[in-house]
């Protein structure tokens, strides 16, 4: 649905009249990812009158769809019964779980006490323990688990049992009689083996798996290895306690690209376009001070040098090509790097590899810089001492922001620190200081 302004206005419409016949027709053959996009243009009364002609199912599904910022508005306007109710029993655990996370600690009590099946209840409860960023936090429960030693016939009745709780079948899980998990059986062997054989004859042995404890980190990486629609989830002794699907990663993933995203470019925190202006400002004002003080500082470094730029004020023209270019160079560095950190690429064992190359390929981008400037100053300036001591200092800048680049998101990796931080403003300012006062000292020698 192209969501334009004269089909707002249809849906206000609708919506002012309180005309339900046109609007059951129009809002029935919707997607729920449909539906939330227009909710986020419409105001809350009149998203709460358009969700009172979503049956149950669908709810849930929009709910879960919405601008986050609108989720919470709605939420805070609803009874705690109506959301377990009308949202919570209907929605997979660990959407649920999801919802639950957003509501203050109070409410969330309160919605478990109204939810009608205890084990989901339950299982909910359980899910609220882990941190949302490891495996425990992104897993559900639903799923199809059979007994190793169960035969054809009754493995295809327990899994139609089990089917009518689960929204979509990727994998059957075999445990053994003490739940650990032991195997996968594809479901193409359950509809085509004889029924004399039992589970453990033709399962897939050695399951991939992770644990509750894992990083989200790890999660995609295996997921991403291995071409997984879902991935199980084991304790430290190996019982089989939720899944995760691909869904659920690709949505991780892309927060993640957008948090690392926001923090390259110089933003605290996590925001929207559809953020208040304090939420924005406060989001992007710590970098930009950080910013003002670095400019302040490579200021302070560029007075120290006065008399040297009044004697020979051409240098003051080649400031800009220094601290552009080492910031450019930095950049680009990092951004490798973390390109690798991120996609596991770049492994702790070769890490000084990495360092060796990037100082090679420093050596030829400086050699080759630093000689067309030098081309182009030795015709256009017309001072031979400036414009080897420029020559010079781009190359030395150059091969400083290159190693620098590679060198700082590895630590920030061992400090445990997002390393996406150092392809923005932090690699920039130290670039742009530690390039002039490069530039400052070798012009000063030379001339």
Known sequence: MELTKDVIEMWRDIIEKKDKKRLLAELTPLHPADIAELFDELDLDEILYLYSHLDNERA?????????????????????????????????????????????KETQADVLKYIKDVDQAGDIADLLRYDEDTAGGLMGTEMIVVNENWSMPQCVEETRKQGEKVAYLYYIYVIDDDERLVGVLPVKKLITSPSVYKI?????CDPIAVQEQDTVETVTEIIDKYDLVALPVIDTIGRLVGQITVDDVVDEMREQHERDYQLASGISQDVETSDTVVQQTTARLPWLIIGILGGVGTSALLGLFTSTMTENPAMAIFIPLIAGTGGNVGIQSSAIVVQGLANNSLKPNNMWNQIMKETFVALINASILSLLVYTYNFFMLGNMVLTVAVSFSLFAVVMFASVFGTIVPIVLQRLHIDPALATGPF????????????YMHIVTAFL
Do not use: S
């Open 200 to 204: 453990k004859n033709i399962m897939k």
């Open 427 to 438: 690699i920039t300012i130290t670039n742009d200081m530690v390039g002039m006062l490069i």
């Open 60 to 104: 849930g599904d929009v709910l879960m769809e919405l601008d986050e910022e609108n989720r919470h508005k709605l939420l805070k306007r609803l009874p705690p019964e109506f959301i377990a109710r009308r949202f919570v029993d209907n929605l997979n655990t660990d959407d649920a779980v999801d919802l639950i996370q957003e509501l203050d």
